[in-house]
């Protein structure tokens, strides 16, 4: 099957504006060029001849033959026999289809690569011209030592204002930006956390995190995190038991079982939080992923305990090339947080800063995108599973990035092998229980894949399945990073 050809009907009013640019054919070729590079007309697709365009926008076939000729010579176009002309992006990048690999994969595995260890998104329409915004703006910076420990104020502002909307009075003072919500997690640890202390953990979890307290040299504690949501009163018990100076929670589309914590469980966790004089982190990376935008989210939990010390980051909403996250803080806690994060870094990237400037400007539309492509990739996963795997358990999330899929039998290890050679790369159960187990469990992500790549992964999946049941897998497998 031959490259999809972008309809001309489709084009004409993404290029049209761009034709007032002088020369009109480089106008025209920026303006294609732009939507390459954000995703908007995918790579590999075949654009329409020039004659086709020339004559859809009104303008000499010259025009468009320069173009095209420009886009080629900067290797955003590429021209195929019997294809036409394919959009490519410059450089040898590798296959769509092999996710965000964050590890090296074993030279056995054989076809295509699918990588479903990694619950992050590819970055969304809008993130180069959010790029291009930011450079026009960083010469006004260059004059400083570009270190700014707490972040730059028009994003702590931004930010500020966000956790105002969703019910958390805050300003700028009481945000620091960091490199990323695992950043943020590190200096939260430095500063709160001393040797020894222990830190309760939900069961699962997710895994840098409890590999983040032991490099604190604090202990995780696991609460077990209940099916049907969190339970006050059992994590009262495990809070008094074990006295630990913190409690690490992710109460917005909890990763990896997708789970929400409602308003009224909030109330009762503040409650219990503050009654055991337990400092609470919060990651709040997902908060932004609700699947049904009508859907009515909670306040943050700091709005119901004081003593919370919560985390952001641009990388699931917006894009993990970013390496953007934040903390929001009581200001008695601003200073030994900032004091921790001298001992880190100095400081974010000061572009990616104004790039997350400008993303959260349009915060609306680019969630908008990143819904449509997250729903359409679980619904795809969803009906996979329940075609061709109907004996595994699963609850749908209202948010989030991933299935939490309980498996008849506890091998989700040999399971993970056995992908593993179809060129099919999981996460094992056990990887996100604080101290193991969980074998009967694994975390399948919906990262807005194309229905035929989900399709394609559940075909290996469940022939890996068969396998695993079978008893024939053999051998051993390196532990996968997770995102």
């Given at each position: 099957?031959?490259p999809?050809?972008?309809?001309?009907?489709?084009?004409?009013?993404?290029?049209?504006?761009?034709?007032?640019?002088?020369?009109?054919?480089?106008?025209?070729?920026?303006?294609?060029?732009?939507l390459?590079?954000?995703?908007?007309?995918?790579?590999?697709?075949?654009?329409p001849?020039?004659?086709?365009?020339?004559?859809a926008?009104?303008?000499?076939?010259?025009?468009?033959t320069?173009?095209?000729?420009?886009?080629?010579?900067?290797?955003?176009?590429?021209?195929?026999?019997?294809?036409?002309?394919?959009?490519?992006?410059?450089?040898?990048?590798p296959?769509?289809?092999?996710?965000?690999?964050?590890?090296?994969?074993?030279?056995?595995?054989?076809?295509?690569?699918?990588?479903?260890?990694?619950?992050?998104?590819?970055?969304?329409?809008?993130?180069?011209?959010?790029?291009?915004?930011?450079?026009?703006?960083?010469?006004?910076?260059?004059?400083?030592?570009?270190?700014?420990?707490?972040?730059?104020?028009?994003?702590?502002?931004?930010?500020?204002?966000?956790?105002?909307?969703?019910?958390?009075?805050?300003?700028?003072?009481?945000?620091?930006?960091?490199?990323?919500?695992?950043?943020?997690?590190?200096?939260?640890?430095?500063?709160?956390?001393?040797?020894?202390?222990?830190?309760?953990?939900?069961?699962?979890?997710?895994?840098?995190?409890?590999?983040?307290?032991?490099?604190?040299?604090?202990?995780?504690?696991a609460?077990?995190?209940?099916?049907g949501?969190?339970?006050?009163?059992?994590?009262?018990?495990?809070?008094?038991?074990?006295?630990?100076?913190a409690?690490y929670?992710?109460?917005?589309?909890?990763?990896?079982?997708?789970?929400?914590?409602?308003?009224?469980?909030?109330?009762?966790?503040?409650?219990?939080?503050?009654?055991?004089?337990?400092?609470?982190?919060v990651?709040?990376?997902?908060?932004?992923?609700?699947?049904d935008?009508?859907?009515?989210?909670?306040?943050?939990?700091?709005?119901?305990?004081?003593?919370?010390?919560?985390?952001?980051?641009?990388?699931?909403?917006?894009?993990?090339?970013?390496?953007?996250?934040?903390?929001?803080?009581?200001?008695?806690?601003?200073?030994?947080?900032?004091?921790?994060?001298?001992?880190?870094?100095?400081?974010?990237?000061?572009?990616?800063?104004?790039?997350?400037?400008h993303?959260?400007?349009?915060?609306?539309?680019?969630?908008?995108?990143?819904r449509?492509?997250?729903?359409?990739?679980?619904?795809?996963?969803?009906?996979?599973?329940?075609?061709?795997?109907?004996?595994?358990?699963f609850?749908?999330?209202?948010?989030?990035?991933c299935?939490?899929?309980?498996?008849?039998?506890?091998?989700?290890?040999?399971?993970?092998?056995?992908?593993?050679?179809?060129?099919l790369?999981?996460?094992?159960?056990?990887?996100?229980?604080?101290?193991?187990?969980?074998?009967r469990?694994?975390?399948?992500?919906?990262?807005?894949?194309?229905?035929?790549v989900?399709?394609?992964?559940?075909?290996?999946?469940?022939?890996?399945?068969?396998?695993?049941?079978?008893?024939?897998?053999?051998?051993?497998?390196?532990p996968?990073?997770?995102?």
């Open positions: 099957m031959g999809r050809t972008v309809p001309v009907r489709r084009l004409v009013p993404l290029l049209r504006p761009a034709l007032a640019t002088s020369p009109a054919y480089r106008g025209l070729a920026d303006a294609v060029r732009l390459v590079a954000d995703g908007r007309v995918p790579v590999g697709s075949r654009l001849s020039e004659r086709e365009l020339a004559t926008l009104d303008v000499s076939r010259t025009t468009v320069r173009a095209y000729a420009e886009l080629r010579d900067r290797g955003y176009l590429t021209s195929r026999q019997g294809s036409g002309s394919v959009t490519a992006l410059p450089g040898d990048l296959d769509t289809r092999q996710g965000t690999a964050l590890h090296p994969h074993d030279e056995q595995t054989t076809g295509d690569l699918i990588d479903l260890t990694c619950a992050s998104m590819s970055a969304p329409p809008g993130t180069v011209a959010a790029y291009e915004a930011a450079v026009a703006e960083l010469p006004r910076y260059l004059a400083g030592t570009g270190y700014h420990p707490l972040g730059l104020a028009r994003l702590r502002e931004a930010i500020a204002e966000r956790y105002t909307e969703r019910g958390l009075a805050t300003t700028a003072d009481q945000v620091i930006v960091t490199s990323g919500a695992l950043s943020g997690l590190a200096l939260a640890c430095r500063a709160l956390l001393a040797p020894g202390d222990r830190v309760v953990l939900e069961n699962p979890t997710y895994p840098n995190a409890v590999e983040a307290v032991r490099r604190a040299g604090a202990r995780p504690v609460h077990p995190l209940d099916p949501g969190w339970d006050a009163p059992a994590l009262d018990a495990t809070l008094r038991q074990t006295a630990p100076r409690a929670l992710i109460p917005d589309f909890h990763n990896p079982t997708g789970a929400l914590m409602d308003d009224a469980e909030r109330a009762a966790v503040g409650a219990t939080l503050s009654g055991t004089h337990t400092v609470a982190i990651d709040e990376t997902l908060a932004e992923l609700a699947h935008p009508t859907l009515s989210m909670p306040r943050p939990l700091a709005a119901h305990h004081g003593r919370t010390v919560s985390l952001g980051s641009a990388s699931k909403s917006f894009w993990g090339g970013l390496r953007i996250g934040w903390v929001r803080a009581p200001r008695d806690l601003v200073a030994p947080l900032l004091s921790a994060r001298l001992t880190l870094d100095l400081g974010a990237p000061v572009l990616e800063q104004l790039v997350l400037v993303l959260l400007a349009h915060r609306e539309e680019v969630l908008a995108h990143r449509d492509a997250v729903v359409r990739s679980r619904d795809a996963l969803v009906a996979g599973l329940r075609e061709r795997l109907p004996q595994w358990r609850r749908v999330p209202e948010g989030g990035l299935l939490w899929v309980e498996l008849p039998e506890a091998v989700s290890t040999p399971l993970c092998v056995a992908a593993d050679r179809r060129g790369v999981l996460a094992p159960g056990s990887q996100f229980g604080v101290d193991g187990g969980l074998d469990f694994l975390r399948l992500p919906f990262t807005g894949h194309a229905p035929e989900v399709a394609d992964a559940v075909d290996r999946l469940a022939a890996a399945w068969d396998e695993a049941t079978s008893g024939r897998v053999g051998g051993t497998r390196r996968p990073l997770v995102a």
